[in-house]
C-alpha cells in the first residue's frame, strides 16, 4: 500500500469511529454471517450494540458468543422479528437500527413461501413501524440483488427492473417496498441496501463458496453442484459490513435503494475451479440436478453497478476476490465441524 492511500485509510477509520462513538444501535439478525460481521464493525468503532437474535440454548452461543459477558459493548435480546411488541421494545432509546433478520435460503422458499411472507414482509413491517414510533435517525434495511432477476441490461444500477425469479426475491421485494413506503407515506428516515453475493468466514453452506469449500476440505474428489453457467458479483464480507456503515451516515441515501456489490462477475463453474486452487485439493466438479433451480427460477447472471455506493460516500470493496477466497478456504477448514458437507443444505 502506498503511503498517500494509507493515509487515506487511517483517516477514514478515524471519521469512522468518531460517527459512531457512543451510538446505541440495534442489529437485528444480528447473529448470522453478515449480522456478526457488522457487531464486530459497530464494537470496533465505539458502537453500543443491542444484538438482536433468535433464541438459543446458552450452550450454543454462535457467532457472537465473545460479546456474552454482562457489561460489555453487546446487550443480547432474544426474541423474533415478527413479535411487534418485542420488536417495539428492543428499538426503544436506538440512534440507528439495522434490519438484517431474514429468511434467505432460496430453495427451501419453494416449500414454504408463506414463512417467508411473514418473516420478510411482516417482519419488516414490524421494524419499520417501530423506528417510526421511536423517531431513529436512520433504517437500513436489507435487500439482496436476487429482487432484480436475470440481468436484462448489465451492470445492473438500482433503477433495473424487479422480477421475482423465487418465492424468497418476491418477499424481498415486498420487504423492500414496505420499508419504502416508510419513508413516503410517514418520513421515516429509510436507506434500502441491496448487498449483490456476499461471502466469507461465518457463511453457511446454503451459499455456493461454503458448500464448495466444504466438500473440497472433507476429501471429497467430486464437488457437486448446481448450475455451472450462472455468473454472480461476488463481494467479500467485511467490505459489505463497511457499506452499511457508510449508507447509515450518507443524507443521499435517505429513500433511496443502494448497490453494494464489487462491479466484477464470475461464473459459478469458474469459481469452482480457483476454489479448488485457493484450498490446495484436486477434485472434479459435476451438477447434481437435485441442486438446480427449477428453470424459471434460476438467476443466470447478476454484475452490480456500484457507482452509487461509491460516488456517495467513501465505500469501495477493498478485498480482491483472491485474497477473501484464501481467506475464506483457511476458515472453513478450521471449522469444517460445523458443515456437513455430504449433504445438500437447503
Known amino acids: 500500500m502506498s503511503v498517500s492511500a494509507h493515509i487515506s485509510t487511517t483517516q477514514h477509520v478515524s471519521t469512522t469511529q468518531q460517527r459512531w462513538k457512543g451510538r446505541t444501535v440495534l442489529v437485528t439478525g444480528a447473529e ?23 433464541y ?55 416449500d414454504s413461501p408463506g414463512a417467508y411472507v411473514q418473516t420478510n414482509v411482516v417482519g419488516t413491517e414490524n421494524v419499520a413501524e417501530a423506528c417510526r414510533r421511536h423517531a431513529v435517525r436512520r433504517l437500513v434495511h436489507t435487500s439482496t440483488s436476487e429482487v432484480y432477476g436475470t440481468a436484462r441490461t448489465a451492470p445492473i444500477g438500482e433503477d433495473h427492473p424487479l422480477q421475482p425469479q423465487s418465492p424468497y426475491s418476491a418477499s424481498k421485494i415486498g420487504a423492500d417496498m414496505m420499508a419504502l413506503s416508510h419513508w413516503h407515506a410517514f418520513e421515516l428516515p429509510v436507506t434500502v441496501v441491496r448487498p449483490f453475493n456476499t461471502y466469507g468466514p461465518r457463511q453457511s453452506a446454503r451459499a455456493v463458496i461454503p458448500t464448495i469449500l466444504a466438500q473440497l476440505h472433507s476429501g471429497a474428489r467430486q464437488i457437486k453442484l448446481g448450475s455451472l453457467s450462472p455468473t454472480r458479483d461476488f463481494t467479500f464480507v467485511t467490505d459489505t459490513a463497511a457499506g452499511f456503515l457508510a449508507m447509515a451516515d450518507c443524507d443521499r441515501a435517505l429513500g433511496q435503494v443502494v448497490n453494494l456489490g464489487s462491479g466484477r462477475e464470475i461464473s459459478i463453474g469458474a469459481l469452482a475451479e480457483a476454489l479448488i486452487a485457493a484450498s490446495g485439493r484436486d477434485a472434479e466438479v459435476v451438477v447434481d ?17 456500484n457507482s452509487r455506493a461509491r460516488e456517495w460516500s467513501s465505500w469501495e470493496p477493498r478485498v480482491t476476490l483472491k485474497e477473501g477466497l484464501a481467506r475464506t478456504s483457511e476458515w472453513v477448514a478450521d471449522n469444517l465441524g460445523l458443515f456437513r458437507a455430504e449433504r445438500y443444505q437447503v
Open 289 to 305: 440436478a437435485a441442486r438446480l433451480r427449477p428453470s424459471g427460477s434460476e438467476v443466470e447472471r447478476l454484475l452490480s453497478d
Open 56 to 110: 438459543k440454548p446458552y450452550a450454543e452461543k454462535g457467532n457472537l458468543a465473545r460479546y456474552l459477558a454482562p457489561g460489555g459493548p453487546v446487550e443480547m435480546i432474544a426474541g423474533d422479528v415478527r413479535d411487534a411488541g418485542r420488536v417495539m421494545d428492543a428499538v426503544a432509546g436506538c440512534d440507528t437500527v439495522f434490519h438484517l433478520a431474514a429468511l434467505i435460503g432460496i430453495p427451501y422458499s419453494y
Open 32 to 54: 448470522g454471517f453478515i449480522g456478526s460481521t457488522l457487531v464486530d464493525l459497530l464494537v470496533e468503532n465505539g458502537a453500543r450494540v443491542r444484538a438482536f437474535v433468535h
